[in-house]
């Protein structure tokens, strides 16, 4: 990012009076805690640097060409392309209602309305939406928003430390075990697995169930891959659980290592940023 994108790192401990309730969930459910939460100050100027750059047209081009020009209007459509830019873009999250109110609905009055006789070509939506984009940008220079950024990517590292050390992989698991209901037999059910995958989730470096879409399906495949392979009936001994548990995230990761899945998540910050008084 250039420098008009000024930005320093904090902790999560320095950090929670400034950074609203979505960002937090994120840092609690995925960051630990020397990972950097980076705070973003989105003048307009790296905006601007975007839209002069020799990439902004073939990048608005890819994104044009998966609108339906014939449906919906010239402002509707640099809506949409407006939801495809991200921070990288110098472009502030727009699911913050003071973004959207303050810098983009001022800027999509700059828009000219077209009047239907001829259909909607994508030489006009460029030039419209460089319009709307030269004018966000200077609302930015008028009035910076400050973005929290964090980032994580899900490499697989943390499964293989986990799995490195037999003993805290298999402290987790006696100790989620004994509290599983067992059968006469001491059986404990296979529906029970994805329980004990998750009491070792968090040392193995996963997020929790719901937080990232393309995880949860990952880890939902190998946990009825690896049930099918298993001969056992629908109760198994503890131990086999235990080596379905294992085996199960020696599958996501090497997933994950052959392809690592990276989130971001963004929050415009509206309290100060100075430490408040006690």
């Given at each position: 990012m250039?420098?008009g994108?000024?930005n320093?790192?904090?902790s999560?401990t320095?950090?929670p009076?400034?950074v609203s309730?979505?960002?937090?969930g994120?840092?609690?459910?995925?960051?630990?805690?020397?990972d950097?939460i980076?705070?973003l100050?989105m003048?307009g100027?790296?905006l601007?640097?975007?839209?002069?750059s020799a990439?902004?047209?073939?990048?608005?081009?890819?994104?044009?060409?998966?609108l339906?020009?014939?449906?919906g209007?010239?402002?509707?459509?640099?809506t949409k392309?407006?939801q495809?830019?991200t921070?990288?873009?110098?472009?502030?999250?727009?699911s913050?209602s003071?973004?959207?109110?303050n810098?983009?609905e001022?800027s999509?009055?700059c828009?000219?309305?077209?009047?239907?006789?001829?259909?909607?070509?994508?030489e006009m939506?460029f030039?419209?939406?460089?319009?709307v984009?030269?004018?966000?940008?200077?609302?930015?220079n008028?009035q910076?928003?400050?973005?929290?950024?964090s980032?994580?990517?899900?490499d697989?590292?943390?499964i293989?430390r986990l799995?490195?050390?037999?003993f805290e992989?298999n402290?987790i698991l006696e100790?989620?075990?004994?509290?599983l209901?067992?059968d006469?037999?001491g059986?404990?059910?296979?529906?029970y697995v994805?329980?004990?995958?998750?009491?070792v989730?968090r040392?193995a470096?996963?997020?929790p169930?719901g937080?990232?879409d393309?995880m949860?399906?990952?880890?939902?495949?190998?946990?009825?891959?690896?049930i099918?392979?298993?001969d056992?009936?629908k109760?198994i001994?503890?131990?086999?659980?235990?080596?379905?548990v294992?085996?199960i995230?020696?599958?996501?990761m090497?997933?994950?290592?052959?392809?690592?899945?990276?989130?971001?998540?963004?929050?415009?910050v509206?309290?100060?940023l100075?430490?408040?008084?006690?």
């Amino acid at each position: 990012m250039s420098s008009g994108m000024e930005n320093k790192q904090t902790s999560q401990t320095e950090f929670p009076d400034v950074v609203s309730d979505d960002l937090l969930g994120m840092a609690t459910g995925l960051k630990r805690e020397r990972d950097p939460i980076v705070i973003l100050r989105m003048d307009g100027e790296d905006l601007l640097e975007f839209i002069n750059s020799a990439r902004f047209e073939p990048e608005l081009i890819s994104i044009f060409s998966q609108l339906d020009m014939a449906e919906g209007s010239i402002l509707d459509h640099i809506t949409k392309t407006l939801q495809q830019l991200t921070v990288d873009h110098g472009m502030p999250p727009l699911s913050d209602s003071w973004v959207v109110s303050n810098i983009v609905e001022p800027s999509l009055q700059c828009v000219v309305k077209h009047d239907g006789e001829y259909p909607i070509t994508q030489e006009m939506l460029f030039e419209q939406f460089k319009k709307v984009a030269e004018r966000l940008a200077q609302l930015l220079n008028e009035q910076p928003v400050i973005v929290a950024h964090s980032e994580q990517t899900f490499d697989g590292s943390g499964i293989r430390r986990l799995l490195s050390n037999s003993f805290e992989i298999n402290k987790i698991l006696e100790g989620t075990l004994r509290d599983l209901p067992k059968d006469q037999n001491g059986k404990v059910s296979k529906e029970y697995v994805p329980v004990a995958l998750g009491s070792v989730g968090r040392s193995a470096g996963l997020p929790p169930v719901g937080v990232v879409d393309q995880m949860d399906n990952m880890v939902e495949e190998a946990i009825q891959i690896k049930i099918h392979e298993t001969d056992e009936g629908k109760m198994i001994e503890g131990e086999i659980l235990k080596k379905l548990v294992m085996d199960i995230l020696e599958n996501i990761m090497l997933q994950l290592e052959g392809n690592p899945i990276s989130i971001s998540s963004n929050s415009v910050v509206h309290e100060p940023l100075s430490s408040p008084s006690t």
